[in-house]
């Protein structure tokens, strides 16, 4: 009997059956996972951390959730995701596992299938103080990753935005949850702010609360929110 990953047992080996949703079936597919296969839900906790990335774009920093979705391909045959990458460590992008709208927000930033990257470092994670409609407003790392506009005629990201430079938000690289914050916060394209200064976020880790990690045989491991665990059958043996 099928059930989704959601359903299965930690820790135990489980048959890859299939993914119901086309487009994420597409992305198992590329990165080699097959009807058969044997896989494993995780009990451990699962972590990334921020990160900072050379793309054929230039440089960019990836929030926990953009680091953890991006899988590369290393010159020595063995894949990981960004975020379990070594500083200096180089490959190319084998593939994604997100939304569609974070998939095309990615190659914004130089980041699709089959493009070079370089990881550079892990970085801290920081909160972003701003100024927006003359108040001072924090704003997440996470979400400073996923804003991008231009100063003057240069676009980037908010996140390695000039301080007290005038920056103009043109597009939310994200998912509905992201620009859904973003909207609440009233940054959406159009909107201007400034950076007025960086600091490291209190009380912060690099765990994913709502993240289950999906190991495979070759040593893969896949971070998955839960609606994607629910669009993934496998059976117990």
């Not at 930690?10 to 079936?25: G, H, M, N, R």
């Not at 996470?142 to 935005?161: L, N, P, R, S």
């Not at 007290?164 to 939310?172: E, R």
């Not at 007025?196 to 994913?208: E, I, L, Y």
């Given at each position: ?49 921020p990160v900072r990335v050379r793309t054929p774009k230039g440089e960019a920093v990836l929030a926990t959730g953009m680091a953890s979705k ?79 506009g231009k100063i003057d005629d240069m676009e980037m990201q908010f996140a390695v935005a000039r301080r007290d430079s005038l920056f103009s ?23 201007e702010l400034r950076l007025s200064s960086v600091r490291p976020a209190p009380g912060t880790s690099c765990v994913f609360k709502d993240q ?26």
């Amino acid at each position: 009997m099928f059930v989704p990953l959601s359903q299965a047992p930690y820790d135990s080996p489980l048959i890859f059956e299939q993914v119901t949703e086309p487009k994420l079936a597409q992305r198992f597919v590329r990165l080699g996972i097959s009807r058969g296969d044997v896989v494993l839900r995780m009990s451990e906790e699962a972590r990334a951390c921020p990160v900072r990335v050379r793309t054929p774009k230039g440089e960019a920093v990836l929030a926990t959730g953009m680091a953890s979705k991006v899988i590369v391909h290393h010159d020595d045959g063995h894949k990981t995701p960004i975020a379990e990458m070594k500083p200096g460590e180089s490959g190319h992008v084998e593939g994604v596992v997100c939304s569609p709208n974070l998939e095309q927000g990615l190659a914004v930033l130089g980041i699709e299938n089959d493009a070079a990257i370089t990881m550079l470092r892990v970085i801290p994670p920081m909160d972003y103080i701003a100024l927006f409609e003359g108040s001072r407003m924090f704003i997440p790392q996470g979400a400073a990753a996923k804003i991008w506009g231009k100063i003057d005629d240069m676009e980037m990201q908010f996140a390695v935005a000039r301080r007290d430079s005038l920056f103009s938000i043109t597009k939310i690289l994200g998912g509905e949850r992201a620009v859904n914050m973003l909207t609440r916060m009233g940054l959406t394209p159009g909107a201007e702010l400034r950076l007025s200064s960086v600091r490291p976020a209190p009380g912060t880790s690099c765990v994913f609360k709502d993240q289950t990690v999906l190991a495979t045989r070759s040593g893969l491991r896949l971070y998955l929110r839960p609606d994607l665990e629910e669009r993934i059958l496998v059976e117990a043996p």
